[in-house]
């Protein structure tokens, strides 16, 4: 039961006080295998439909390299008229900028922001929409990874890909979670299947004032028993999970497989107990 009316496909999740948004979350990682940040889809949160994880996540992982100063803040200062203190102006003018130039220095080699996401992998709920595919192109992301197909969105990532493959930077690549091993993609696909079959019968929602939610609505399925039992499912395999290659790794400077699955367990108890449900991401 929610407060408007009642959510029949449900019933196990306990009460349902207040709609916070719906179940799509977004997560980078980068070359070596380390989470870099996570983000939710919050248009609900903040009434827009542009909120999406995938964008929001990419906003969020440009603000962790920090903001370079702004020129306008070191502009030179006048000196000061007469004898010492005009000396000492000057020094202080050569002193600062050496060190302007030296920071110059250090700002030009640092990767640029056409280039400091080339090997980042961005793991997602649901097939992208034309929006996040774009933004994740533009921010160079190397590959997307989707959950679950989104038959609304046409496939849009694998278009803006075919149509980039020839480009400097091209599109991310996307990969169904399906090809690397991950059985939640199948599930997930075969469930909405059922949902669409049968809302129509079984709405999803019932207003109190008797309305009835029969869209087949991806976002709604994302809400249903079925769809949290997969992903809880998911949560219980990696807190279960052994690695048959512990020590492997794909190359001199990524963690070892062993590292890689410590490090998401340690990440995935820090989203559980700071990432909540429904606020801004902190």
């Given at each position: ?10 019933k ?27 983000d ?11 909120e ?45 900028t ?34 996040c ?87 709604s ?43 998401v ?18």
């Amino acid at each position: 039961q929610g407060r408007a009316g009642k959510y029949h496909w449900r019933k196990r999740l306990g009460p349902y006080r207040t709609y916070i948004g719906h179940n799509i979350a977004s997560i980078a990682v980068n070359v070596r295998g380390e989470v870099m940040a996570f983000d939710f889809n919050h248009n609900d949160l903040f009434n827009s439909s542009v909120e999406h994880a995938e964008a929001r996540l990419i906003r969020h992982v440009f603000s962790l390299s920090g903001l370079d100063k702004a020129e306008m803040l070191n502009l030179p200062r006048l000196p000061v008229q007469g004898g010492l203190l005009n000396a000492l102006s000057k020094m202080v003018n050569i002193v600062e900028t050496i060190i302007e130039n030296m920071d110059d220095s250090y700002r030009s080699k640092r990767n640029k922001y056409n280039t400091s996401l080339r090997d980042v992998t961005i793991y997602t709920s649901l097939e992208s929409c034309a929006q996040c595919s774009g933004i994740m192109a533009l921010a160079y992301v190397k590959q997307v990874v989707f959950l679950q197909e989104d038959p609304d969105q046409h496939c849009i990532g694998n278009i803006l890909y075919n149509l980039m493959d020839k480009a400097e930077y091209p599109a991310p690549l996307p990969i169904p979670a399906g090809q690397i091993g991950l059985t939640a993609f199948a599930n997930l696909n075969k469930k909405y299947k059922y949902f669409t079959d049968h809302v129509s019968k079984r709405p999803f929602f019932t207003h109190r004032n008797g309305k009835k939610d029969c869209k087949p609505s991806i976002t709604s399925f994302l809400c249903t028993d079925e769809a949290y039992r997969i992903f809880a499912n998911g949560g219980s395999k990696l807190n279960n999970m052994s690695c048959k290659f512990p020590t492997w790794k794909p190359s001199a400077k990524s963690l070892t497989n062993k590292e890689v699955l410590d490090h998401v367990r340690n990440y995935f108890r820090y989203a559980i107990a700071l990432g909540n449900r429904g606020t801004p991401f902190r």
